[in-house]
């Protein structure tokens, strides 16, 4: 069984300062990993993933993500926030070695930045 | 031009009615799937289907029922509608190891 786990409901940062939004997962075999952004009434943005290759992985807006194959983590980053980066964040696995190929997501991090 | 197209984008209806949501994507993914996102923003998955197999959550009543016409559609039809079943419901496509495309959502408000 594959799982993710966020362990923030909810992250607070001033704006310009740096972000973090925590995630870490469980597969049986190795990962795929997302992350996706969700504004209010609307569906889910792509941000970025990690396939293989390079851990740390850039993606749209400014944000990228570290994969630790170690700490099984792939923590979602940016070094300013901007007030327009307050939305929901999800993270989510999929198993790349054969398991289900159905993304299962965490249950969301809130980021809001203040101005 | 949309790449995964719900329609309708809201829908509110009475207890006990069936209803659908359609489902179509131009991305030429082999994958589809429907979500359903509760007043918490949880996303669950319900229904994977890559036009070889249908893959449905257990959980999932069987008053929900997924078809797809062809490989660019995926269509929930939801059966005696239920209070619980009041929810924002998320069509997806992928392929591959792409990332999944979402659709924008239908919001189903049943009273």
């Known amino acids: 069984a594959q799982s993710v786990a966020q362990p923030e409901d909810q992250v607070n940062v001033a704006e310009g300062n740096p972000l973090t939004v925590k995630c870490t997962y469980s597969?049986?075999?190795?990962?795929?990993l997302f992350w996706y952004v969700q504004y209010p009434n609307r569906g889910l943005q792509f941000l970025l993933k990690?396939?293989?290759?390079?851990?740390l992985v850039k993606g749209s807006y400014g944000f990228e993500a570290e994969f630790n194959k170690s700490q099984t983590s792939f923590h979602l980053k940016k070094p300013s926030a901007l007030v327009s980066d307050s939305a929901l964040y999800f993270c989510?696995?999929?198993?790349?070695?054969?398991?289900?190929?159905?993304?299962?997501f965490g249950r969301g991090t809130s980021l809001i930045v203040h101005p | 031009d949309t790449a995964v197209s719900q329609t309708p984008k809201y829908l509110v209806t009475q207890m006990g009615n069936d209803k659908s949501i359609k489902c179509e994507q131009n991305?030429?993914?082999?994958?589809m799937y429907w979500y359903k996102q509760d007043s918490k923003k949880f996303l669950k998955i319900m229904f994977s289907?890559?036009?070889?197999?249908?893959?449905i959550n257990e959980t999932v009543p069987n008053r929900f029922s997924p078809k797809s016409p062809d490989k660019a559609h995926l269509n929930l039809h939801i059966n005696s509608l239920e209070l619980g079943d009041s929810a924002v419901y998320f069509c997806?496509?992928?392929?591959?190891?792409?990332?999944?495309?979402f659709g924008q959502g239908t919001r189903l408000t049943v009273v």
């Open positions: 997806a496509s992928s392929s591959g190891v792409s990332e999944a495309f």
């Open positions: 597969v049986s075999g190795n990962p795929y």
């Open positions: 990690y396939i293989t290759g390079d851990n």
């Open positions: 989510a696995v999929r198993d790349a070695s054969g398991g289900s190929y159905i993304p299962t």
């Open positions: 991305l030429g993914h082999d994958t």
């Open positions: 289907y890559n036009n070889k197999e249908l893959i």
